[in-house]
């Protein structure tokens, strides 16, 4: 079964700074889904990769998948307060319907 | 508001006690999901409908666990006989995926608030 494991597992900036959280699967990635999950609240979706090499964007929130399908990674430029929460990343195998996330990072914006 | 939605937020039960769950969707989604989230951990897999079939389990869905979409539209998750080992947050899900008319391939799901289930 499909395992994905997500780096660094708690992340502490200051505002202002970059940071990159990364999202690794045991298999190839057929779709690749990041959300964000403030304490206690639903996922909200952000971004869904499904090429190798795609990359996208949202606002300061840029997300890559590599050319082997088989990691991903989110960077945020210059990070807010309002950045921090829980990031899953969610992948679903080949003409699989259900997700498989990772155990999340915390990310924390000091001000 | 036209997002996904459950209900109730929060239940506290006592051990032995069954509760019911109830999620409303995206009313143009023909596929729903139910996830079961622990503290620290990603969300996990229990079971989804098409339409009002039911077309996957997960084996973390025992016999105590059942769930419905009678109409299509809304779903309710229930649970028999609660054990201290069901507290956890249950998080349902819809999709698009497979309706006519919709672009991309995709399987983005979208999630409700969530159900937190704390079980004495």
């Known amino acids: 079964s499909q395992e994905l494991e997500q780096s660094p597992q708690s992340l502490i900036v200051q505002e202002g700074k970059n940071l990159t959280i990364n999202c690794t699967s045991s298999k190839t990635l057929y779709g690749l889904y990041w959300y964000k999950q403030k304490y206690g609240e639903g996922l909200i979706f952000l971004m869904m990769?499904?090429?190798?090499?795609e990359e996208k964007s949202h606002e300061k929130i840029t997300a890559k998948l590599d050319e082997k399908k088989q990691q991903s990674s989110l960077h945020i430029t210059a990070s807010q307060p309002s950045h921090a929460g829980i990031y899953l990343c969610?992948?679903?195998?080949?003409?699989?319907?259900?997700?498989?996330f990772g155990q999340g990072t915390r990310l924390t914006i000091n001000p | 508001d036209t997002g996904v939605s459950q209900n109730p937020r929060h239940k506290i039960t006592k051990r032995g006690q069954n509760v019911t769950f109830r999620c409303d969707p995206i009313s143009e989604h023909n596929r729903l999901y139910w996830y079961r989230q622990t503290l620290g951990q990603g969300p996990e897999f229990l079971t989804y409908?098409?339409?009002?079939?039911?077309?996957?389990k997960s084996r973390l869905l025992s016999d105590r666990f059942s769930a419905e979409r009678p109409k299509g539209s809304f779903s309710t998750l229930e649970i028999q006989r609660t054990e201290q080992g069901d507290s956890a947050m249950y998080l349902c899900a819809s999709s698009p995926r497979g309706v006519l008319g919709t672009s991309g391939r995709g399987n983005e799901q979208f999630f409700g608030p969530g159900t937190r289930l704390t079980v004495l």
């Open positions: 969610g992948a679903d195998g080949q003409g699989a319907q259900k997700l498989v």
């Open positions: 990769l499904q090429k190798g090499g």
């Open positions: 409908f098409q339409n009002e079939a039911q077309l996957e």
